[in-house]
């Protein structure tokens, strides 16, 4: 048997880790691997392609409306092929502390959850850039071993992917790989390959920008469940396949901004 | 699913400072709170009362946004260069936990030979417990106590939550706190008592370190009784077991024990100093088999965990130092009801029975009598 998988996929706000994320764990569970995707972001956006459009309540909702939450089946669902779902969730704008709301929800989860332990895949769908000790609240806590990095070509996701290192290596965090997922930008594949290569990484996949991957995010569901049959599932199997195969994963060095304007120039 | 308890006004004892109380009694020498400065400072100085140093992380707001793991790092081997403790506990403030920071990490880091109990608590919990709870998990992680003993804890933990939830202080939205009766009149009516030739139980039920002067009213009863010539009218029951609880509080129960040797005799030993949430049935189960026809109790440390069942048909005169406890006991049906003010700071840090002012009063007018 394999040893279990607990990877988290960080990337700028809006770059598209989400739908990475859900489509790589529907790809693994076509494959007949035990897989959950837990989400953390407020829009509970990493499980809904999963589920047929349908949103779980997240814990941080339970928590607000003063549950105690007990039992499993309370925030985890099963979607796609047997897909664990589970979703975080978040506060309002502008009141509480979404950092808070990760660790307090994620702690919870450990607590509950029996199934994680049965898992071969578990993806930490984690918000946005490393900002403060919430966001890094998965790893440490112990529940992530290793990170991938989502990035486009342009300057401001690359940005935020090397500040992603400069997070991981100060909490000695290994970097499986960086995932491009393309905004058809010029000669992005090469400048987002260098990136992953001057980091002492690798690029390991790179996502063309394709409208069916909205068209089926639109309708509810994963590219893989609704459109298996094109390219595109094809580089998600792929990648899929990568993540669970991935042995190399590295301590990533992050480049000074002067270096990571002129690659992006 | 269960839905949370109704929310409590007037401010309780933090997790934060209940955790700090058990480092202590797991014997711990030195506790870092890693907080901001001023973080739970009063009971942190009453702790060094009691042998043990708290120092702090002392976190300002550059501490708070760009976090404090260097600081607490610093400390730990600064507090193993100064004191070399041979056990250390760090603590969770509030804000260290709001900011996720990682406490085992700087342990690791810091990398001391003796043992670190780490606490991840902010004092944010409803029940004070959650405080003692984690601190124990921890101490089990690093081996300081055995799984049946934290087990038996937990236990406790549940039962002194439901005494506090039924009869304490966290029983009712808002309690007025209160001085109770004046000492100087429930003591004369226990002098009457006595002298009536009735019967009573004198019941301490303490909580740990606070038996020091609780048990100054069993010896003081005791006196009394004798001066009168009635001490056979009076029956002793004390949670004093020395085989129970965790190292200090084992210690206490030593000590006590030692002081009263002479002077009093303890008739029914009801539990151990961290038995007081349970040792109620006991009680009951005491006074049902042998002591029935008694005619009064006095009841020193918790007497809110007693159940009133037991005590059905005696006049009660009850000892506490929880001026929030004087309404709740009123209420179950307690005819008497005292507080030895600041009863906390001066049994931290002793080894010996100390006066209360409730014992004071009785040897006082049993002398003017």
Not at chain 2, 20 to 29: I, S
């Amino acid at each position: 048997m394999n040893p279990q998988k607990r990877i988290a996929i960080y990337g700028k706000g809006g770059i598209g880790k989400s739908s990475t994320a859900s489509n790589v764990a529907a790809a693994c569970a076509d494959e007949g691997y035990n897989v959950m995707i837990i989400g953390c972001d407020p829009k509970s956006d990493s499980s809904i392609t999963l589920l047929g459009g349908k949103r779980i309540p997240t814990i941080l909702d339970l928590l607000r409306d003063g549950m105690e939450i007990e039992e499993e089946d309370e925030v985890v669902f099963e979607g796609y092929k047997g897909v664990k779902c589970v979703e975080v969730g978040g506060p309002e704008p502008g009141i509480g502390c979404a950092g808070r709301g990760i660790i307090v929800a994620i702690q919870k989860l450990k607590k509950i959850s029996q199934s994680m332990k049965e898992m071969d895949l578990i993806i930490y769908d984690v918000p946005g850039d490393i900002v403060c000790g919430g966001f890094v609240a998965p790893i440490r806590k112990g529940l992530v071993s290793e990170a991938y990095v989502l990035t486009s070509g342009e300057y401001m996701p690359l940005y935020a992917a090397n500040n992603i290192c400069k997070g991981l290596s100060r909490i000695n965090t290994k970097l499986s790989g960086v995932i491009c997922n393309s905004r058809s930008v010029s000669r992005e594949e090469k400048i987002v390959s260098k990136f992953a290569n001057e980091i002492g990484s690798e690029l390991v996949a790179f996502i063309p920008k394709e409208q069916i991957v909205q068209d089926c995010e639109r309708d509810g569901y994963s590219v893989l469940e609704k459109a298996g049959d094109t390219d595109i599932a094809e580089v998600y199997r792929t990648l899929a396949r990568n993540i669970m195969a991935s042995d190399c994963a590295v301590d990533p060095r992050a480049l000074e901004d002067e270096r990571l304007r002129e690659l992006t120039r | 699913m269960q839905q949370k308890n109704l929310s409590i006004m007037h401010p309780r004892p933090s997790s934060i400072v209940a955790a700090l109380y058990t480092l202590r009694d797991l014997n711990v020498e030195v506790a870092i709170l890693h907080g901001p400065p001023g973080c739970s400072f009063k009971h942190a100085r009453l702790l060094e009362e009691d042998g043990i140093r708290v120092v702090t992380t002392a976190l300002d707001e550059n501490g708070f946004v760009f976090g404090g793991h260097d600081r607490l790092v610093d400390m730990l081997q600064k507090v193993e260069e100064r004191f070399s403790p041979k056990r250390i506990g760090v603590v969770g403030t509030c804000v260290s936990m709001i900011i996720g920071e990682e406490l085992h990490e700087a342990v690791m880091e810091a990398n001391l030979d003796a043992p670190v109990i780490e606490v991840e608590v902010h004092a944010g919990y409803n029940d004070n417990t959650k405080g003692v709870l984690f601190a124990l998990e921890s101490a089990l992680d690093v081996g300081i106590i055995d799984r049946q003993e934290f087990e038996r804890q937990q236990h406790l933990l549940n039962e002194a939550t439901n005494v506090e939830k039924k009869y304490g202080a966290a029983s009712k939205e808002y309690l007025e706190p209160s001085r109770g009766d004046v000492k100087y009149t429930v003591a004369k009516r226990v002098i009457e008592m006595l002298k009536e030739g009735k019967k009573g139980i004198c019941i301490l039920n303490a909580k740990k370190e606070t038996a020091y002067m609780f048990a100054d009213i069993t010896l003081a009863l005791q006196e009394v009784a004798e001066n009168l010539g009635v001490e056979d009218n009076i029956v002793n029951f004390a949670n004093l077991d020395t085989e129970l609880g965790l190292p200090r509080v084992r210690q206490h129960a030593e000590h006590i024990l030692a002081d009263m040797d002479d002077n009093v005799k303890i008739d029914e030993i009801i539990g151990g100093l961290d038995e007081y949430p349970i040792a109620g049935q006991q009680v009951r189960q005491l006074i049902e088999a042998k002591y029935r026809d008694f005619d009064f109790a006095v009841i020193s440390g918790v007497p809110h965990a007693i159940p009133m069942e037991a005590l059905e048909g005696m006049e009660l005169i009850s000892i506490t130092n929880g001026p929030r406890q004087v309404h709740p006991l009123k209420d179950m049906g307690h005819e008497h009801v005292l507080v030895e003010i600041d009863l906390h700071p001066k049994t931290l840090g002793v080894t010996n029975i100390v006066e209360s002012e409730f014992g004071a009063t009785l040897r006082q007018l049993a002398r003017e009598e």
